[in-house]
Each structure stands twice: as structure tokens, then as C-alpha cells.
């Protein structure tokens, strides 16, 4: 088996550190998009984003348990993907309806973000409440259909190796679906007539103004694209995870520092953001002992755990990081401003 | 209304509401809703002079709330001489390999120009830091926590009375916003709300993991009081003297001498509740009265002036010479140690310091409504919001189950609905708070007590 130490170790950081960086990753590149659209279209930081997370999953639970109960399920795939669809509309519909009854008036005034900012923290309090109304503050798991696509007990035997791989289907599902999002967020911004005029409108607002692009309507389909991207984050966390109002709340901190690390206001610096933010808790908090007992020797053989930060920090490295950049390149990675 | 009758309107009002509350529910309900919306002010009065004087948004109440907990622990807890003993010397090592490699850290950043030698000695200074602190941390640390774990395993504290951390409270707060300050003042301002909501959010997480500091999740109990304790009262003689004088027209119509002191004993205990409470209140008033006063004459000067015309329009007080840096710097560590005072007084009146208990929910945006709803820029507002804010989210909770009852009204008692609207009675309270921050924006941005504007 000495020859395998090698793959050994690679497939034991795989299986710990990559993949579920990976998936992780994808789900907050999504959620930052979002919040970085409503940052570069709306200009301000909109507290109440990971709120609009919660609610938008909630939406799709409630959906995945009416399809259920009437029979209607998506085979090996979870059901919440038929929900989600439906679940957007309905997000999409009370986020224009908050923004009419709330955002829309601050926004005729012509009044400073920090002004929006505050008053997207009263929208955060009445989204929780509105969800812990509905749904209640506990943890619920909506995940149904084929589990995994390899098991590491698979794996192992397959290969012959010492350690295993799993990989869950939700993880490879979060990939391919974050990617598709992506891909055509990409797309419409950059050759569709609409996005060319939304990225108009967030570079220059009078010059956009004076070549005829309708303000409102740019705000409605801003609106629109941050609850499609939400939503799918919020549900692609979901499955993978589970659903908690309180967990989903607390996103908000790692969701704000991939924004900024990438570059605020930049769709591309939210994506690579997003991946450097879950790809530095996870490796900073992994343990090492076992991957160097494989590569090497038994004499050199590490005697602590080689951990960076105790898994307790965990949430803490986001701001880490954050600060660190604050102080190294406040612009972020990709030097952001507009989308 | 006029402006100027706003203040005595307003205070009328709150003392009304928690008149009622002490006729309908007790006495002892509303001092202690009295004593926490007197923090509350406080806290509120902190963020008023960063946001209402300076503009600033601090989102990292918590985290400086939490440090003056910390600090009353600190201060007030017996030292463990054990833990000191044994594993003082590697905490004090690693504290210092601390201290020393981000002193390098600083020194290469600033001093040296070539950018590969410059990164390359900061990896350096960076794994062998952590390699040294964790040689020295990581022993020492076990040893501290395996002596005694239930009750102590952590290092203890200075042994002073509690009532100093109240000052020191204020100096380890303001050091730490000396230092965020200085990484986050210069940028744009929802950056530093988004940074100090982080940085509340790393202090909170050492003060609920470093179990060595603060026992972390296990809390810190049975901290000692700056007033009597109810028990020692109850038996000292002026005090059931004192009980006796006040009642002595209810124990005079008491027939029997055997229900005459059955009547005595309920209201010394009764009485010595009380008691403890006034004295915190009074307590807690002269520092609030004593913040209200320095921060009207530090508005009023021209240092306050100063900061108003910043914030105004910082272009024009630029021009002018102000160095804007600076000011801000200076209003940001002042608004965060009278938070830290706050956060230490809270610990006190709880007699334990749970790191689980603070949210960013309950210590920062609640804050941030009091300030806005109060009005911003005015610091009798801030009270007023102190009070007013913290009222309602006491006694939203028994007003929501009695409007879910109400709402329920005609529905069977275990029907399915019904049991859902009182179940989620509770949340009804942050609908509450949303919607009244909401209303203020739209409707009375400047707040219930607006900043008043000088004309001269």
C-alpha cells in the first residue's frame, strides 16, 4: 500500500477540504451576486439580504411540502428544485412590494445610502419575524431524493485506497446550477440590451438617465435578478445544510466580507470572493495531522493536530480576512465600484 | 407640537407607562425594566455621540458591550493563584510572542519598500509567530482548564471590587476602538459598519471559545454586588426597623400578633427585593446623569461644533484645517468606552457574564433604534429611546400573546392555528420593533426628541 500514501493524502483533502469548499463556495459566490447587484444598481448594502435568504427558502419548504403531499416529486432529485421556480416568484413579488412600500420613497428623496442601510435593517427585523411567523425558528431539513452520488465506503473498495471520497449529490448539484446562474447573469449583463442599460445605470445614473433607460424599471428587474440569485442560494445552502432562520441570519457576515474581499460592487469580484472566503474557513480550520502522516516520513510525523485556528473560529476568519484587506487593498481583488 | 415641548411630553409619557406597569404587575417588574432601560440609555447615548455627533455607524455595539462584561469579570473575580501557578508563565510567553510579532508585523509593513523581501518576512513573522505561541499557548491553556473545570478552570480575575470595572470598562473599550478605528475609519462609511459588525462578531467569538479568559460557554456566576444582598438585609435590624416604620398602618390593623408578622416577613422579603433594586437604579442614574452632563458640554463646545461641521459636510471643515481622521477617530473610541461602560453596569445588575446571551440583534440593531427613533444628534432623544425602545421589547411579549389570543378568539382551544398564532407570539415582537423603526424613518426622521438646531 506505500504507494498509494500519495493519493491517499489527496483524496483525504478531497474529500474534507475541496469538495466541500467547492460547494460551499458556490452557494455564497450566489449569495453575493446578489447583494452585490442591489450594492451596484440600488447603492447600498442591504442588511436585510440574508433575511431575504430565509425567506426565500421558506417559500420554496412550503412549495417542496405542497408538491409532496400531492405526489409530485422529482425522482432522484430533490423536490425543492421543481419549488424553486415558484418559490423566486413569490420572493420576487414582496421584494417589489417592499421596495414600492419602503425603499421606493427614500429612493425619490434622493436620500444618502446610510439612510437606505438603516432602514434595510427595519426590513431585516420584519423579515424574520415574518418567517419565524410562518415557519417557526427551528431547523428543518427538506432534502429528498438520491443522497449520494459516491459513498466513501464505495470508494474505498473500488480503488483499494485507505481513505474515502463522498461526494453528495446536493454538492454536485450546487455546482452545476450555481454555474449555470452564473453563466447567464454573465450573459445577460454583458449582451443583453436590459443589462448593458442596468450596467449604465450603475456606472452613471444621470447619463444614463439623459440616453432615455427607464429608472424604474431598471430597480424592478434588479429586484427580480437578486431574488432569483438569493433564492437559489438560500436553497442550494438548504439542501446541502439545513434550514435555520438563525444560521441563515448569520451568513450575512461571511456574505458582506466575500463582497468586500472581492471587490464591492463587482459581480466577477463576488464570485471569486465568495470561493476565497469558503475556501479559507475551511482550509484554516482543518486539521493537517493525517494528510502529512501520509506524506511523510515516520520520523517526521507531525505531533500536533497542524491546524491554523480552532474550528471555533471558524466564523470569525471571514473578518479575518476582511480586515486583513481592509488594510492591505480596500478596493477588494477585482478593484470593484460598479457592475 | 413645539419642539421644545417634545422632551417633557415624551418623558411624562415613558414615566406613565412604567407607573402603570408597577400598579398592574409590580413594583419589582418595573424597577427592573427601569434599571435596564437606564443601560440602555446609556449604550444608546454611546452610539448617539458616534452617529448623531460624528456620523459614524457602528454596528459592533455587541462586541463592545460584550468587552465590558468581560472587563467587570476580569476586574471583579478572585484570582486563581493555581491556574497562575502552574500556567501563567506560557499564557504570559505566548501573550507576549503575541505582541512582538505584530510589532514586526507593523514595522515591515511600514518601513520596508521592496515588495518581495517585504512579503516574504511577513510569512516569516506570521508561522513563526504561531509556531511560538502555539508551543507556549496550547499546554498552558490545558493546564488552566483542567484545574477545577466546574467551577473555576479559567485564570481568574484582580480580585477588586466590581465597581472599578466600570472605569476600566471604559479603557479597554476605547483601546479596542482605538485599533479598529484606525484600520476602518478611513474608509467609506457602510464599510465601517460592515467591519465593525464583523469585529464585534471575532469578540465574541474569543470570549465564547478562549475558556482560559472567560470560561467561555460555561459563564461566569455569582459575581459580587456593589449593594447589599437581599438576604443579609432581611436580617439586619434598621432595615426590618425601616419596613416596619413604613407599613405601620397595615401591620397596626392586623388582629392577631401570629399574622401580623406573617405580614412583616412577606414584606421585608418583598421590601429587600426593592431595596436592591433602587440601589442599583441609583447607582446607574448618577452615572447616567453624570455621561448626559459631560456629553451636553462636550456638545456645546467647540470641539463639539467642530464635529457637527464634519459631519455636515466634511469637504468645507477639511478646507477648513479640521483633520477629519482624527475627529473621527476621537468621537469613535469616546461613543465605544461609554458602550463598554454599559456593557460592564449590564454584567453587574446580572451578577454572570454569558457569552452565549449576546446577539447581534438584542445588543446592536435594538441600539441603533433607540438612537433613531430617540433622535439622533440629541442626547435627551437618546435617553428617551433608551427608555422607550427597551420598554416595548419587554413588554411587546405579553402584549403579542394577548393580541394572538384575541386574534384566536373564536377558535377551540387545541385547534391547530390557534396553537401556532401563540406559539409564535414571540416573534410578533420584532415585527413590532421593524415596523416602528420604519415608521420613524418615513414619518419622523428626525426622531421623538430632534437635534436642535442653533441659530446664531
Not at chain 2, 260 to 267: A, F, G
Amino acid at each position: 500500500m506505500e504507494n498509494f500514501e500519495f493519493i491517499n493524502a489527496i483524496v483525504l483533502l478531497s474529500n474534507f477540504v475541496i469538495v466541500p469548499a467547492l460547494s460551499y463556495g458556490s452557494q455564497l459566490a450566489l449569495a453575493t451576486l446578489s447583494l452585490t447587484i442591489i450594492y451596484g444598481v440600488l447603492r447600498f448594502s442591504n442588511f436585510a439580504q440574508a433575511d431575504w435568504m430565509s425567506f426565500g427558502t421558506m417559500a420554496t419548504i412550503l412549495f417542496t411540502w405542497l408538491f409532496q403531499s400531492i405526489g409530485i416529486t422529482a425522482g432522484i432529485l430533490p423536490t425543492a428544485l421543481l419549488a424553486l421556480p415558484f418559490a423566486i416568484i413569490v420572493t420576487a413579488l414582496f421584494c417589489l412590494l417592499i421596495d414600492r412600500s419602503v425603499y421606493s420613497f427614500y429612493r425619490k428623496q434622493k436620500s444618502q445610502p446610510i439612510v437606505l442601510m438603516i432602514v434595510s435593517v427595519g426590513v431585516m427585523f420584519i423579515l424574520q419575524a415574518v418567517v419565524r411567523f410562518i415557519i417557526g425558528p427551528n431547523d428543518r431539513k427538506f432534502f429528498d431524493g438520491e443522497k449520494y452520488i459516491v459513498h466513501a465506503l464505495d470508494f474505498k473498495n473500488y480503488f483499494g485506497l485507505e481513505e474515502g471520497l463522498t461526494i453528495k449529490s446536493t454538492q454536485l448539484i450546487t455546482v452545476i446550477v450555481a454555474l449555470i446562474a452564473m453563466i447567464s447573469l454573465f450573459y445577460f449583463l454583458q449582451k443583453t440590451k436590459l443589462g448593458k442599460s442596468m450596467r449604465a445605470y450603475s456606472n452613471n445614473e444621470d447619463l444614463a438617465l439623459l440616453s432615455g433607460i427607464n429608472p424604474e424599471k431598471i430597480v424592478i428587474v434588479t429586484w427580480i435578478i437578486s431574488s432569483i440569485l438569493i433564492t437559489t442560494a438560500g436553497v442550494l445552502y438548504g439542501l446541502d445544510k439545513s434550514f435555520k432562520p438563525f444560521t441563515y441570519f448569520n451568513l450575512l457576515l461571511p456574505m458582506f466580507a466575500a463582497a468586500i474581499v472581492g471587490g464591492i460592487g463587482s459581480p466577477i469580484g463576488a464570485v471569486i470572493g465568495g470561493y476565497v472566503i469558503a475556501f479559507s474557513e475551511i482550509t484554516l480550520t482543518y486539521a493537517y495531522k493525517k494528510f502529512f502522516v501520509y506524506l511523510l516520513p515516520e520520523n517526521l510525523e507531525p505531533l500536533g493536530l497542524m491546524q491554523v485556528l480552532s474550528t471555533d473560529y471558524k466564523f470569525a476568519i471571514s473578518f479575518i480576512i476582511l480586515v486583513i484587506v481592509l488594510i492591505v487593498r480596500p478596493t477588494g481583488i477585482v478593484r470593484g465600484k460598479i457592475i | 407640537m413645539s419642539e421644545d415641548l417634545r422632551a417633557p411630553v415624551a418623558f411624562t409619557v415613558m414615566a406613565v407607562l412604567l407607573a402603570i406597569v408597577g400598579f398592574t404587575q409590580s413594583w419589582s417588574v418595573s424597577l427592573s425594566v427601569i434599571n435596564l432601560c437606564i443601560i440602555s440609555s446609556i449604550m444608546a447615548i454611546g452610539v448617539n455621540l458616534q452617529w448623531g455627533y460624528g456620523g459614524l455607524f457602528n454596528a459592533g455595539v455587541m462586541g463592545f458591550t460584550a468587552l465590558g462584561g468581560l472587563t467587570a469579570v476580569l476586574v471583579s473575580h478572585d484570582p486563581i493563584y493555581e491556574a497562575w501557578d502552574k500556567a501563567g508563565v506560557g499564557i504570559v510567553i505566548s501573550a507576549i510572542i503575541f505582541v512582538l510579532s505584530i510589532t514586526a508585523l507593523l514595522f515591515v509593513f511600514r518601513n520596508i519598500e521592496n515588495k518581495q523581501i517585504r512579503n516574504t518576512l511577513i510569512i516569516l513573522i506570521i508561522v513563526f509567530g504561531l509556531i511560538g505561541i502555539n508551543n507556549f499557548y496550547g499546554p498552558s491553556i490545558d493546564i488552566i482548564e483542567s484545574i477545577n473545570p466546574a467551577k473555576t478552570g479559567f485564570l481568574g480575575g484582580l480580585g477588586l471590587p466590581i465597581i472599578f470595572s466600570w472605569l476600566i470598562a471604559a479603557v479597554v473599550a476605547g483601546l479596542v476602538a482605538w485599533v479598529i478605528g484606525k484600520i476602518t475609519l478611513r474608509l467609506r462609511s457602510d464599510y465601517l459598519a460592515i467591519a465593525t459588525l464583523g469585529i464585534s462578531e471575532i469578540v465574541i467569538a474569543v470570549v465564547k471559545h478562549e475558556d482560559w479568559l472567560s470560561r467561555g460557554v460555561k459563564n461566569v456566576s455569582g459575581l459580587d454586588r456593589p449593594v447589599p444582598y437581599e438576604i443579609e438585609l432581611q436580617q439586619s435590624e434598621w432595615f426590618l426597623n425601616l419596613v416596619e416604620r413604613i407599613n405601620f398602618s397595615k401591620l397596626e390593623a392586623m388582629q392577631s400578633l401570629s399574622s401580623r408578622q406573617d405580614l412583616l416577613n412577606d414584606l421585608v422579603i418583598n421590601s429587600s427585593g426593592i431595596f436592591v433594586k433602587l440601589c442599583y437604579a441609583g447607582l446607574f442614574f448618577s452615572v447616567l446623569l453624570l455621561i448626559f452632563y459631560l456629553s451636553q458640554l462636550a456638545l456645546n463646545s467647540p470641539w463639539g461644533r467642530m464635529l457637527r461641521a464634519i459631519r455636515d459636510n466634511e469637504e468645507a471643515a477639511s478646507a477648513m484645517g479640521k483633520n477629519i481622521f482624527a475627529q473621527h477617530l476621537q468621537i469613535f473610541i469616546i461613543g465605544s468606552a461609554i458602550i463598554g461602560i454599559a456593557g460592564a453596569m449590564l454584567t453587574t445588575l446580572d451578577g454572570q457574564f454569558t457569552p452565549g446571551s449576546y446577539r447581534p440583534l438584542r445588543f446592536t440593531f435594538i441600539i441603533w433604534l433607540m438612537v433613531i427613533i430617540g433622535g439622533s444628534g440629541n442626547n435627551l432623544g437618546s435617553i428617551f429611546g433608551g427608555f422607550f425602545i427597551w420598554f416595548i421589547w419587554i413588554e411587546a411579549e405579553p402584549l403579542s400573546i394577548g393580541f394572538m389570543n384575541m386574534l384566536a378568539g373564536g377558535l377551540e382551544y387545541d385547534n391547530p392555528l390557534r396553537m401556532h398564532l401563540l406559539g409564535s407570539a414571540a416573534h410578533l415582537r420584532l415585527f413590532i420593533m421593524g415596523l416602528l423603526l420604519l415608521l420613524a424613518l418615513r414619518f419622523m426622521p428626525r426622531g421623538v426628541i430632534p437635534e436642535k438646531i442653533q441659530k446664531k
